[in-house]
């Protein structure tokens, strides 16, 4: 079965960097784009960073110049730098993946067509 494994999250102090990681095995094709997603209890999950088939990078802009997202191919694994590191950054962080032409931009086209790791959470204070 499909399996993304996020890991990296866990408390930091404001102005700290964390690296986190989405490690994905079984998917039923060999081409997809993937993306990052952080949701905070009460509010809506927000789109934060996505990676497509040519390694092209998109941010929302409240994370451009902080977080870098890169791609290793031959591991199966993207990896989320975040430095300079926020309060408003707390969230739990999703890894989702999807065939390339389920994204638009940083978001999806139907959430319910992607797959999804268990999240990691990031505490900023």
């Known amino acids: 079965h499909v399996q993304l494994v996020e890991s990296g999250g866990g408390p930091v102090q404001t102005g700290g960097h964390l690296r986190l990681s989405c490690v994905v095995s079984r998917l039923p094709y060999s081409k997809y784009c993937m993306g990052w997603f952080r949701q905070v209890p009460g509010k809506a999950r927000e789109a934060v960073a996505s990676?497509?088939?040519?390694?092209?990078?998109l941010y929302v802009d409240s994370v451009k110049e902080r977080f870098t997202l890169s791609r290793d191919t031959a591991k199966n694994t993207v990896v989320l730098l975040m430095n300079s590191l926020k309060p408003e950054d707390t969230a739990m962080y999703y890894c989702a993946a999807a065939r390339c032409i389920l994204w638009d931009g940083l978001r999806l086209r139907d959430d319910d067509l992607a797959y999804w790791g268990q999240g990691t959470q990031v505490t900023v204070s």
């Open positions: 990676i497509d088939s040519d390694d092209r990078t």
